[in-house]
């Protein structure tokens, strides 16, 4: 039973955040309307936000927000392949994108429970999507590419998220700390597939043999031209010091 | 503002039958999640490396770990036509990384004012430097196969031992996050020896797996197969104390996305606790 299942109009709200924020309001003028005396007719109507705009929530849920697009992202990419792999990839090749495919919608439905573990609210806009158009997934090369953007991105920003987990999130924290070697192996199997013996390379290992890092506000960067024309920010996410 | 959807939301709130309806909500909450599940799952869960280990144990272990895979790296590369040419310059990059991680942790503990660990005498046969001491590892500084095998139980056992000791050194935020970098990098040389084995032959992936054929070993090895893949199979990750995700649910009935025990099992990376890594760590010297 979910607090917000009182509400029908929630379901068929076409973001959960928004529809928390209308319930949060709802909440506000609750209490508003139980410290007036008398009947209070000047609610004041919320502006609406940008249509667009996807201010992702402070704190846990806006780093598993933000976890949840990239295992969205490499998910979308990896079910392309899997249905129409490129032609010039090997069988064996298939295979991996296969396992990997499967990781990463454990990730990617993992997270959706952690940010409703009753699976029946709309996380993003039905349209909400990460679009592939800007890769060249026909050929390997092109797909190998696209791979490793994202690989390397995953790989680089669960050792930042770990440590701004709150308390409350040490479960959740110890299960993305599975994932994150998982993240990294992914990274390491692609970047050999394009290049050769290109895993751990000096372009994503510093001098101090450790994976450069890269914060929410990087990450969120970089996929950004991937889901327009919807805006994802990042602002109330706690921010790493590196 | 919609009235009517307030109202709505008002009319559907359980009537208050305390003072704090919401906290007994929770709580049933929490009463009801704990009958839902099967009987004695809890005491099944894996002991995860709740390790009682204090920031000294964790450095000092990390830092014999890194010593014991830099000696191995450091002799393969000087015996002469072990490691075919094409792959000396991987390999030569992992040492690096792994004098790095060794240049750290020493770092780490001189800086806390405590006295460095004596460099142990390391012995890759197994034989604990005891002629008469049984040969655990033959081969594995004269066959590049045999080479590879320990290569791969060596870093996979890293990866585990930094996921298990990560949170004995959040004390210190910057080595907290260099052991969380180190870890992740320790995976990359993981998959990158596993993919080389298998391009010799070998039936293996990048990421322990089931279906991952066993690395034939005398039984004294036991210990270090233990510390390298043993347990990675588990599907019991805890959401709660006591409670799991229930991944069947999440992935298989709800969203109508089969995804296999054997890939979720791949997912996620296992970490050890210190005495496994200790009883592992302990048949080299």
Known sequence: MSEHSHSPAWRAQPLGRRGFLRVSAASAATVALVAATGCDTSTPTPELPDPHLLPLPADDNGLFYQTYLLALAKSTLYQKVVETPPADLTAPERALFLNMYDHEVAYRELLRYYLDPALTAQLFPTDFAFNLSSFTLSTRAGLLAAAQKLEDLAAAFYPVIIPLFSSAASYQRQLLLKASSVQARHAAVVRDLLVPGSFANDDVVDAAGQLLPKTPVEVNAALAPFFAPYVISVASLPVPVV | ?285
């Open chain 2, 1 to 285: 503002m919609k009235l009517i959807s307030l109202l709505d939301h008002l009319a559907a709130t359980p009537p208050a039958g305390g003072a704090a309806p919401r906290r007994a909500l929770l709580q049933q909450l929490g009463r009801a999640a704990v009958a839902a599940l099967p009987l004695g799952l809890g005491a099944a869960l894996p002991a995860a490396a709740e390790t009682k280990d204090t920031s000294l144990d964790a450095v000092s272990q990390l830092l014999l770990l890194e010593r014991l895979v830099s000696a191995f790296y450091t002799r393969a590369l000087a015996v002469n036509g072990l490691i075919p040419a094409a792959q000396a310059p991987d390999f030569q990059r992992i040492l690096r990384h792994q004098n790095q991680h060794v240049a750290l942790l020493t770092q780490a503990l001189q800086d806390g004012g405590a006295i460095l660990p004596p460099m142990p005498a390391f012995d890759f046969s197994g034989q604990r430097n005891v002629a008469a001491n049984p040969v655990l590892f033959p081969n594995v500084l004269s066959v590049y196969d045999d080479f590879l095998a320990l290569a791969q139980q060596l870093e996979d056992l890293s990866v585990r031992l930094y996921k298990g000791q990560v949170f004995n050194i959040a004390y210190d935020a910057k080595l907290y996050k260099a052991a969380l970098r180190i870890h992740a990098v320790e995976a990359e040389h993981s998959a990158h020896v596993r993919g080389l084995r298998r391009s010799r032959g070998a039936t293996v992936k990048n990421w322990p797996s089931s279906t991952d054929a066993a690395i034939a070993r005398p039984a004294g090895a036991q210990a270090l197969a233990t510390a390298a893949t043993g347990g990675e199979e588990n599907l019991l990750h805890e959401r709660l104390a006591g409670a799991t995700v229930p991944f069947p649910t999440i992935l298989n009935v709800f969203r109508l996305t089969f995804v296999s025990d054997e890939s979720i099992a791949e997912a996620f990376d296992e970490p050890i606790s210190s005495a496994a890594a200790q009883a592992a760590l302990s048949l080299f010297f």
